[in-house]
C-alpha cells in the first residue's frame, strides 16, 4: 500500500548553448532586465579574478572562488527585495554585489577585516558563514522573527551540496517546515565539498528531496541558467512572503575553480571533467542568449569588461587605501560594553605591551 | 512580595519580561501546555500564547541557531535546553556565532539571546541529567554565563540576562530549583551582572562558590563560625566574566581561600580563581584549596554522593589554608 508519492522537479529555461528550451517567464522578456543580470555576473567574475590576484601577491588572504557559479548567487538576489535578508555562505559573492555589498567592503573581509561584514548596505543581511551549514537555523530564526511582525518579507539561506549532510541543516528544515516560516533554502550544488564529489555525499538521487522528509516543497534547477534560478526562487520568495512556508531550491552548478586559493583541485579531480563543465558554464550561455537575439554587442562586450575591470579596481584601490583598525577594536565589539573584568587585557593591547 | 522558590522566580522574571516587551519570546522542547519537565515555563503559554512560547522540534542545535537568527532580528529570545547535559550541540552556535556576531560585523548584528538550561547533580537523575560543565561555556568569548543561587537571584539576574543585549548562558541549580523559598518582589527590579554577591563577611577566610554548591557552602560557613573560624561567603552569581575584583578584596582581606565547585577539578573555574589570585602580590597568606567534584564521569545515583562536594570536605579545606593556626 502506497501511503505517499513524491516528485521532484527540474527546471530549465536556456540550455548549455543559449537556447530557449521552454517559453521564457515574463520577467525575461524585458532585454534590459536580463543584459542587468549578464553584467553582475561579468562583475561577480571580474571580482573573483582580481580577488585570486590579490591573493597570489599576499594582500588579501585565502578566498574561495566563485567562478562557474555565478548564476547561482546573481539569480537568487535578483529574486529577492531590499527587505528580505540573505544568510549565505562564503561563496555568494555575486549576491552580495547585487544585494549592495561593495566590492572594497568585500576585499576587506577577505583581507582579513571585520569592518568588511559592517555592511552600508543591505544592514540586516548576516555575513559569510565559514562552518559549514551553521547559518541554516539563523535563516530559520530570521524568517519566524518576520513572521511574528507579520512582515511581508523573506530570508534566503544558502549553501552548498556538502551543507546539506549536516544536522544543522535538516534540523533547518525540519523546524522551518513546522512554523511555515518565510524561508527559502538554496542548495548551490557545485558537485564538490573540497575533494568529496557530490555521488560521494549522499546516497540520495537529488538534494532537493531533502525538503520533502521535512514536509516542505524542493525543486530542482539548473544552477547555470540564471532566468530558471531568477524565476524558481522568485516563485518560492513570492510564495513564503505570502504565508506560503519555505521552499528548498537545489541549483546545480560546478565548482570550476579550486575550492579555495588554498587548495588544489588537480590533486582530486580529473581536468576532463572540469573541462566538460566549462562548456555549461552560465555567462557564455547568457551571452549567446542576448547576442542571438540582438541585445547584446561585442561592443557592448568590450565596455562592460572595461567597466567592470575599472570597478574592481578601485574598489581595490580603496581598499589598500583603508588605515587599519586601532588594536582598541579587538575588544570594542565583543560585548556592547566592555565588562571592567576585561578593561586591563585591553589596556594592555592599547598599549601595546604584546609587542613585547 | 510574594513567597518563591527558585523555579518560580524564573517563571516571575520570564513572565515579567514578556509582560514588559513583545519581543521576548521563550522557545524550547516541552516550554508550552507541559510547562518544561522542571515546569519552569508553566503558564507563560497561557498568559502569551503558542506565538510567544514555542514548542520546538527535538533539536538543540536548530534551538540554539534558531535564537541566534531570532535574536539578530531584535527579538529577544530566551530558548530553553532541557538539561545542560543536552546543551553541547549548541555550542557551535554559541562559539561560531553567538559569542561573535557583534565582533564580526562591528556592531552591525547583535545577539541578545538567553539560553537556559538546568545542570548540575544530587538529585538522583538519569544519564547526562547531572553535569556542572559551566567551565567549557566560561571559556567562550563574547557570551557570559550566570548561575543564580537563591530565589531573588533568580529573578533580579535572569531580568537582567533577558534585557542585557548580549548572549547570556543561564545555567539553573535545579537541586534547589525547590529547596527554599523567600520573599521576592516581582518589581521588574534586575541585579547587576558581571558582580559577584558576597553572602556572607568574615575575616579569617574566603569561601568562593556559586550555584547550588552555595547552599553547602553557607552551612559550612555556620559551622564553621562555631569554631571560632569567621568566613566570608562569595557567589560568584557571573562566570563569565568574573568580578575578580571583589574575590580579591575579600582575599586580601582574609588571606585565605576555598574554592567550592561542583565541576570536575580539571580546568574547572576553581583553577581560574587560583590563578588570578596567585597573581596578585601580597593576597594570599595560604595555600588555596578547591573542593570540587572529581576529574570522573558524574557517578550515576547509587554512587552520586561521593562525587558531590560536602560540608566536612569544606570544613577540611579551611582547616588546611590555616595549618599553623588552627590544630586539625
Known amino acids: 500500500m502506497q501511503v505517499a508519492t513524491f516528485a521532484v522537479t527540474h527546471h530549465r529555461f536556456l540550455d548549455p548553448s543559449g537556447r530557449t528550451v521552454q517559453p521564457l517567464p515574463a520577467f525575461a522578456n524585458d532585454p534590459e532586465t536580463l543584459r542587468e543580470l549578464y ?25 574561495p572562488s566563485s567562478l562557474g557559479q555565478e548564476a547561482v548567487a546573481v539569480g537568487l538576489a535578483a529574486a529577492m527585495t531590499a527587505d528580505d535578508v540573505l544568510l549565505p555562505s562564503f561563496r555568494e559573492h555575486g549576491a552580495q554585489l547585487w544585494r549592495g555589498v561593495t566590492p572594497t567592503e568585500m576585499f576587506l573581509y577577505w583581507g582579513g577585516d571585520e569592518r568588511g561584514s559592517d555592511f552600508a548596505v543591505p544592514r540586516e543581511d548576516f555575513p559569510n558563514s565559514v562552518p559549514i551549514g551553521s547559518q541554516a537555523p539563523h535563516a530559520v530564526g530570521v524568517a519566524l522573527a518576520m513572521k511574528l511582525r507579520r512582515q511581508p518579507r523573506a530570508a534566503v539561506c544558502v549553501f552548498g551540496d556538502g551543507a546539506t549532510s549536516k544536522g544543522d541543516v535538516a534540523e533547518a528544515m525540519n523546524m522551518a517546515g513546522n512554523w511555515r516560516a518565510p524561508v527559502v533554502f538554496v542548495i548551490s550544488n557545485n558537485r564538490w565539498a573540497i575533494s568529496v564529489p557530490r555521488a560521494a555525499q549522499t546516497a540520495a538521487a537529488t538534494l532537493a528531496q531533502k525538503a520533502i522528509a521535512a514536509g516542505i516543497p524542493g525543486d530542482q534547477v539548473d544552477g547555470n541558467d540564471v532566468i530558471a534560478v531568477r524565476h524558481v526562487v522568485g516563485e518560492a520568495l513570492h510564495a513564503a512572503r505570502a504565508g506560503g512556508g519555505p521552499r528548498v531550491v537545489e541549483a546545480l552548478t560546478y565548482r570550476l575553480s579550486d575550492h579555495t586559493t588554498a587548495d588544489s583541485a588537480k590533486r582530486y579531480r580529473d581536468q576532463d571533467a572540469v573541462a566538460e563543465a566549462w562548456k555549461e558554464e552560465p555567462i557564455g550561455r547568457l551571452r549567446a542568449y542576448l547576442t542571438g537575439h540582438g541585445a547584446w554587442s561585442d561592443d557592448d562586450e568590450c565596455q562592460l569588461i572595461d567597466e567592470s575591470t ?27 560594553a566592555l565588562p571592567k573584568a576585561l578593561e586591563g587585557q585591553r589596556d594592555e593591547v592599547v598599549q601595546g605591551h604584546h609587542h613585547g | 512580595m510574594a513567597e518563591m522558590r527558585i523555579v518560580d522566580a524564573i517563571n516571575a522574571a520570564m513572565a515579567r519580561a514578556m509582560a514588559d516587551d513583545e519581543r521576548v519570546i521563550v522557545l524550547g522542547e516541552d516550554v508550552g501546555i507541559d510547562g518544561g519537565v522542571f515546569r519552569v515555563t508553566d503558564g507563560l ?15 538543540e542545535t536548530g534551538i540554539a541557531g534558531v535564537a541566534v537568527g531570532l535574536a539578530a532580528q531584535g527579538m529577544r529570545p530566551i530558548a530553553e535546553i532541557q538539561f ?32 537556559r538550561a ?63 523559598h523567600e520573599e521576592v518582589a516581582d518589581d521588574g527590579a534586575a541585579l547587576p551582572l558581571d ?3 558576597v553572602l556572607r563577611e568574615g575575616r579569617n577566610v574566603t569561601l568562593v562558590t556559586w550555584g547550588a554548591m552555595v547552599v553547602e557552602t553557607m552551612m559550612a560557613a555556620g559551622l564553621l563560625a562555631s569554631q571560632g573560624i569567621d568566613a566570608e561567603v562569595i557567589d560568584v552569581a557571573t562566570l563569565k566574566p568574573i ?7 575579600s582575599v586580601r582581606k582574609t588571606g585565605r581561600v576555598v574554592v567550592v565547585h561542583e565541576a570536575a577539578l580539571s580546568g574547572g573555574l576553581g583553577g581560574e580563581i587560583a590563578a588570578r589570585l596567585a597573581e596578585e602580590d601580597g593576597v594570599l597568606r595560604g595555600p588555596v584549596r578547591r573542593v570540587t567534584g572529581y576529574d570522573t564521569v558524574v557517578p550515576l545515583a547509587k554512587l552520586e554522593r561521593h562525587y558531590m562536594p560536602s560540608i566536612s570536605r569544606i570544613m577540611t579545606a579551611v582547616r588546611e589554608t590555616m595549618p599553623s593556626e588552627i590544630p586539625a
Do not use: W
Not at chain 2, 500564547?49 to 522540534?57: E, F, I, K, Q, S
Open chain 2, 118 to 180: 538546568p545542570y548540575g547533580g544530587g538529585i538522583h537523575a538519569l544519564e547526562h541529567h547531572s553535569e556542572s560543565t559551566e567551565a567549557m561555556l566560561a571559556h567562550i568569548p563574547g557570551v557570559r554565563v550566570v548561575i543564580p543561587s537563591s530565589p531573588a537571584r533568580a529573578y533580579g539576574l535572569l531580568l537582567a540576562a533577558i534585557r542585557d543585549p548580549d548572549p547570556v548562558v543561564y545555567l539553573e541549580p535545579k537541586r534547589i530549583y525547590r529547596a527554599g
Open chain 2, 195 to 197: 558582580t559577584c554577591f
Open chain 1, 310 to 336: 575599472a570597478r574592481i579596481d578601485r574598489a581595490a584601490e580603496q581598499y589598500f587605501a583603508m588605515e587599519p583598525a586601532p588594536p582598541s577594536a579587538v575588544f570594542e565589539y565583543l560585548y556592547a
Open chain 2, 243 to 249: 568580578d575578580m575584583a571583589t574575590i580579591v578584596a
Open chain 2, 84 to 115: 545542560l547535559g543536552f546543551l553541547y550541540a549548541t555550542i557551535d552556535q554559541l562559539v561560531n556565532h553567538a559569542g561573535r556576531l557583534r565582533t564580526r560585523t562591528r556592531g552591525r548584528l547583535t545577539c541578545p539571546l538567553v539560553l
Open chain 1, 39 to 63: 553584467r553582475a555576473m561579468v562583475l561577480t567574475r571580474t571580482f573573483d579574478t582580481k580577488a585570486i590576484a590579490l591573493q597570489r601577491s599576499s594582500r588579501i588572504g585565502t578566498y
Open chain 2, 45 to 59: 503559554i497561557r498568559k502569551f500564547g503558542a506565538d510567544r512560547v514555542l514548542d520546538t522540534p527535538i533539536a
